[in-house]
Nanobody, 124 residues
Framework: QAQLVESGGGVVQAGDSLRLTCTTP????????MAWFRQAPGREREFVAA????????YNTEAVKGRFTISKDNAKSTVYLQMTSLKYEDTAVYYC?????????????????WGQGTQVTVSS
Protein backbone atom coordinates (compact mmCIF):
# COMPACT_ATOMS: atom_id res chain seq x y z
CA GLN A 1 0.00 0.00 0.00
CA ALA A 2 1.34 3.38 -0.97
CA GLN A 3 2.59 5.56 1.87
CA LEU A 4 1.64 9.17 1.30
CA VAL A 5 3.05 12.11 3.26
CA GLU A 6 1.57 15.58 2.95
CA SER A 7 3.36 18.81 3.78
CA GLY A 8 3.11 22.52 3.14
CA GLY A 9 0.10 23.42 5.22
CA GLY A 10 0.08 26.40 7.53
CA VAL A 11 -1.70 29.51 8.69
CA VAL A 12 -2.17 32.19 6.04
CA GLN A 13 -4.35 35.21 5.43
CA ALA A 14 -7.19 35.40 2.96
CA GLY A 15 -5.83 36.08 -0.50
CA ASP A 16 -2.50 34.35 0.13
CA SER A 17 -1.15 31.30 -1.67
CA LEU A 18 0.15 27.94 -0.50
CA ARG A 19 1.57 24.90 -2.22
CA LEU A 20 0.88 21.52 -0.71
CA THR A 21 3.18 18.61 -1.43
CA CYS A 22 2.41 14.89 -1.30
CA THR A 23 5.50 12.69 -1.23
CA THR A 24 4.98 9.09 -2.28
CA PRO A 25 7.07 5.96 -2.74
CA UNK A 26 8.99 5.73 -6.00
CA UNK A 27 6.86 5.32 -9.15
CA UNK A 28 3.57 5.74 -7.25
CA UNK A 29 2.43 8.81 -9.18
CA UNK A 30 3.50 7.16 -12.44
CA UNK A 31 1.08 4.31 -11.80
CA UNK A 32 -1.83 5.57 -9.72
CA UNK A 33 -4.45 8.26 -10.01
CA MET A 34 -3.66 10.84 -7.34
CA ALA A 35 -6.02 13.25 -5.64
CA TRP A 36 -6.43 15.87 -2.97
CA PHE A 37 -9.39 15.89 -0.61
CA ARG A 38 -10.11 18.15 2.32
CA GLN A 39 -12.15 17.96 5.48
CA ALA A 40 -13.26 20.91 7.57
CA PRO A 41 -14.44 20.46 11.19
CA GLY A 42 -17.94 19.02 11.32
CA ARG A 43 -18.07 18.43 7.57
CA GLU A 44 -17.64 15.43 5.31
CA ARG A 45 -14.47 14.84 3.38
CA GLU A 46 -14.65 16.80 0.12
CA PHE A 47 -13.01 16.18 -3.24
CA VAL A 48 -10.67 18.96 -4.35
CA ALA A 49 -8.71 17.79 -7.38
CA ALA A 50 -7.28 14.69 -9.04
CA UNK A 51 -4.76 13.79 -11.70
CA UNK A 52 -4.52 10.52 -13.58
CA UNK A 53 -1.24 8.81 -14.30
CA UNK A 54 -1.38 9.98 -17.93
CA UNK A 55 -2.11 13.58 -16.96
CA UNK A 56 -5.84 14.40 -17.25
CA UNK A 57 -7.15 16.32 -14.27
CA UNK A 58 -10.45 16.92 -12.53
CA TYR A 59 -11.46 19.64 -10.11
CA ASN A 60 -14.21 20.48 -7.70
CA THR A 61 -14.92 23.48 -9.85
CA GLU A 62 -17.59 24.91 -7.58
CA ALA A 63 -15.25 24.95 -4.59
CA VAL A 64 -11.97 25.99 -6.17
CA LYS A 65 -13.13 27.90 -9.28
CA GLY A 66 -9.76 27.88 -11.01
CA ARG A 67 -7.86 28.94 -7.89
CA PHE A 68 -6.25 25.54 -7.30
CA THR A 69 -3.99 23.56 -9.62
CA ILE A 70 -2.96 19.95 -9.21
CA SER A 71 0.27 18.75 -10.77
CA LYS A 72 2.83 16.02 -10.35
CA ASP A 73 6.49 15.29 -10.85
CA ASN A 74 6.97 11.70 -11.91
CA ALA A 75 10.72 11.82 -11.35
CA LYS A 76 10.21 12.90 -7.75
CA SER A 77 7.07 10.81 -7.30
CA THR A 78 5.41 13.89 -5.85
CA VAL A 79 2.02 15.50 -6.26
CA TYR A 80 1.37 19.18 -5.68
CA LEU A 81 -1.64 21.33 -5.00
CA GLN A 82 -1.02 24.98 -5.76
CA MET A 83 -3.62 27.09 -4.00
CA THR A 84 -4.08 30.77 -4.74
CA SER A 85 -6.52 33.43 -3.60
CA LEU A 86 -7.22 31.42 -0.48
CA LYS A 87 -10.48 32.00 1.33
CA TYR A 88 -11.58 31.41 4.89
CA GLU A 89 -13.75 28.55 3.69
CA ASP A 90 -10.66 26.75 2.36
CA THR A 91 -9.68 26.07 5.97
CA ALA A 92 -9.48 22.30 6.37
CA VAL A 93 -7.20 19.33 6.73
CA TYR A 94 -5.99 18.45 3.24
CA TYR A 95 -5.39 14.81 2.38
CA CYS A 96 -3.50 13.19 -0.45
CA UNK A 97 -4.93 9.93 -1.82
CA UNK A 98 -4.10 7.27 -4.39
CA UNK A 99 -6.40 5.15 -6.52
CA UNK A 100 -5.97 2.40 -9.07
CA UNK A 101 -5.23 3.70 -12.58
CA UNK A 102 -8.17 5.23 -14.38
CA UNK A 103 -10.02 8.43 -14.94
CA UNK A 104 -9.80 10.82 -11.99
CA UNK A 105 -12.53 9.95 -9.51
CA UNK A 106 -14.31 12.43 -7.25
CA UNK A 107 -15.40 9.71 -4.84
CA UNK A 108 -13.36 9.11 -1.69
CA UNK A 109 -14.32 5.44 -1.78
CA UNK A 110 -12.35 5.02 -4.99
CA UNK A 111 -9.07 5.74 -3.21
CA UNK A 112 -7.28 2.98 -1.33
CA UNK A 113 -4.38 4.87 0.20
CA TRP A 114 -4.41 8.08 2.23
CA GLY A 115 -1.94 10.33 3.91
CA GLN A 116 -2.29 11.70 7.43
CA GLY A 117 -3.24 15.17 6.21
CA THR A 118 -1.86 18.67 6.54
CA GLN A 119 -3.74 21.53 8.16
CA VAL A 120 -4.49 24.66 6.17
CA THR A 121 -5.90 27.57 8.12
CA VAL A 122 -6.98 30.75 6.36
CA SER A 123 -7.68 33.75 8.50
CA SER A 124 -10.17 36.29 7.23
Amino acid sequence: QAQLVESGGGVVQAGDSLRLTCTTPARTVMWYTMAWFRQAPGREREFVAAISRSGPTAYNTEAVKGRFTISKDNAKSTVYLQMTSLKYEDTAVYYCAAAQPGNPSREAGSYHAWGQGTQVTVSS
